[in-house]
């Protein structure tokens, strides 16, 4: 379950109270009583309609209003439509028969309350399971995978921080791995990739049979798999800043860092108030040229000799060129110089607008008068 960028899961759980506890009960209690089914002949004005249509209004108003601000906790937008989806409107709009209304009613505001009941629980369960991350949490992209040092010889708890911590793999970034190990255009980058693939088979052979797996530094290694029944975002690192996001919205208050060089992941992760960060270069393989002693270098690639001589104006645009629209067996021509010239020939001629020569208004100022056909040729035949 997504939230909104700086909602946190406790955020969330303790919000779910208020509609489940205030609202929802205020809407409950509001509902007529009726002993019997009304007789479908008997009008409800005259057997407490106008208390039902009050609950109407006050309920399509809480729906409303909780649904706004469900949309601004909630980044699923399937949790805010689920106030005003089939059920919301299968009671507004059938037939107003009080007995069955208000029934209606009852049901659907219990079925509300259940899924927002069930909506806590899924959270706290989701808290509950990375409880055991360490203070500090690392979530490492494909780039610095494939464009580092093997990532089991980095001591990750000195180079990005104090303490230990907690190294994360999501799931996306592990078959992103397995996908360029055999099919990458370059050959170095699959020969790198079996590689990164081969200590990724030794980080889930460790989880799998001890339920954990320790670096030669101490930092804990994690893979965030994916939840049953979750759909991933079409775009790998969509995806894996978006895993990133849920796990902090876990986690609070401990803090994520999104360990990346791709300058997209990391707009990002900026996009969902995650902090980046990367070790220092000296841990990046130097035949691929980035790291500080490749700036100068990368940069002057990109740098031309101006010269200075005061001519810095944008240039000017040309004349716009003429647009030759073809109708049947004749065109029209327009230009920046002369009037527009309808066509005067072929089955849609008559349908065109006949243009006049220009006159003259009260104020002087030339007019094009525009005679318009009256019948239609093409529906007369």
Same mark, same amino acid.
């Given at each position: 379950?997504?939230?909104?960028?700086?909602?946190?899961?406790?955020?969330?759980?303790?919000?779910?109270?208020?509609?489940?506890?205030?609202? /929802?009960?205020?809407?409950?209690?509001?509902?007529?009583?009726?002993?019997?089914? +009304?007789?479908?002949?008997?009008?409800?004005?005259?057997?407490?309609?106008?208390?039902? %249509?009050?609950?109407?209004?006050?309920?399509?108003?809480?729906?409303?209003?909780?649904?706004?601000?469900?949309?601004?906790?909630?980044?699923? !937008?399937?949790? !805010?439509?689920?106030?005003?989806?089939?059920?919301? #409107?299968?009671?507004?709009?059938?037939?107003?028969? *009080?007995?069955?209304?208000?029934?209606? &009613?009852?049901?659907?505001?219990?079925?509300?309350?259940?899924?927002? +009941?069930?909506?806590?629980?899924? +959270?706290?369960?989701?808290?509950?399971?990375? $409880?055991?991350?360490?203070?500090?949490?690392?979530?490492?992209?494909?780039?610095? /995978?494939?464009?580092?040092?093997?990532?089991?010889?980095?001591?990750?708890?000195?180079?990005?921080?104090?303490?230990?911590?907690?190294?994360?793999?999501? =799931?996306?970034?592990?078959?992103?791995?397995?996908?360029?190990?055999?099919?990458?255009?370059?050959?170095?980058?699959?020969?790198?990739?079996?590689?990164?693939?081969?200590?990724?088979?030794?980080?889930?052979?460790? /989880?799998?049979?001890?339920? $954990?797996?320790?670096?030669?530094?101490?930092?804990?290694?994690?893979?965030? $798999?994916?939840?049953?029944?979750?759909?991933? &975002?079409?775009?790998?690192?969509?995806?894996?800043?978006?895993?990133?996001?849920?796990?902090?919205?876990?986690?609070?208050?401990?803090?994520?860092?999104?360990?990346?060089?791709?300058?997209? +992941?990391?707009?990002?992760?900026?996009?969902?108030?995650?902090?980046?960060?990367?070790?220092?270069?000296?841990? &990046?393989?130097?035949?691929?040229?980035?790291?500080?002693? =490749?700036?100068?270098?990368?940069?002057? #690639?990109?740098?031309?000799?101006?010269?200075?001589?005061?001519?810095?104006?944008?240039?000017?645009?040309? *004349?716009? *060129? #003429?647009?030759?629209?073809?109708?049947?067996?004749?065109?029209?021509?327009?230009?920046?110089?002369?009037?527009?010239?309808?066509?005067?020939?072929?089955?849609?001629?008559?349908?065109?607008?006949?243009?006049?020569?220009?006159?003259?208004?009260?104020?002087?100022?030339?007019?094009?008068?525009?005679?318009?056909? *009256?019948?239609?040729? %093409?529906?007369?035949?």
């Amino acid at each position: 379950m997504l939230l909104r960028p700086a909602v946190t899961c406790e955020k969330a759980i303790r919000f779910l109270d208020d509609p489940v506890q205030g609202g /929802l009960n205020d809407v409950r209690d509001s509902v007529p009583n009726f002993a019997q089914p +009304m007789l479908a002949g008997v009008e409800p004005s005259k057997l407490a309609g106008p208390d039902l %249509v009050v609950t109407l209004r006050q309920y399509t108003e809480w729906t409303a209003a909780t649904a706004r601000q469900l949309a601004d906790v909630f980044a699923d !937008p399937a949790v !805010p439509a689920r106030l005003r989806g089939e059920h919301y #409107s299968h009671i507004v709009h059938s037939p107003l028969t *009080p007995y069955r209304t208000a029934l209606l &009613l009852h049901w659907e505001l219990d079925e509300l309350a259940t899924y927002f +009941m069930e909506l806590q629980n899924q +959270m706290r369960q989701t808290v509950e399971e990375y $409880r055991s991350y360490r203070q500090r949490v690392l979530v490492v992209d494909a780039n610095t /995978l494939l464009h580092c040092q093997r990532f089991d010889k980095i001591p990750w708890s000195r180079v990005c921080g104090k303490g230990l911590a907690t190294l994360v793999i999501p =799931h996306v970034v592990a078959e992103e791995i397995d996908t360029k190990s055999y099919s990458e255009g370059s050959e170095k980058i699959r020969k790198r990739a079996r590689g990164v693939y081969e200590l990724l088979g030794d980080v889930l052979k460790g /989880l799998s049979t001890e339920g $954990r797996f320790e670096l030669h530094d101490g930092t804990e290694v994690q893979v965030l $798999r994916d939840e049953l029944g979750h759909r991933r &975002l079409p775009n790998n690192d969509d995806e894996a800043v978006a895993r990133a996001a849920h796990l902090q919205q876990a986690i609070a208050p401990r803090q994520i860092t999104v360990i990346t060089r791709d300058n997209g +992941m990391r707009g990002k992760t900026m996009t969902w108030c995650l902090p980046w960060g990367f070790p220092p270069d000296k841990y &990046l393989i130097p035949e691929d040229g980035f790291g500080a002693k =490749h700036r100068e270098a990368n940069l002057a #690639s990109i740098s031309v000799d101006v010269p200075e001589d005061g001519d810095d104006t944008w240039s000017r645009p040309g *004349p716009r *060129p #003429s647009v030759t629209a073809t109708t049947g067996a004749s065109s029209a021509r327009t230009s920046s110089s002369g009037p527009f010239t309808a066509p005067r020939s072929g089955p849609f001629s008559r349908l065109w607008p006949r243009f006049r020569e220009p006159t003259k208004d009260v104020c002087g100022q030339a007019v094009h008068e525009v005679q318009r056909v *009256p019948e239609c040729p %093409v529906a007369a035949n």
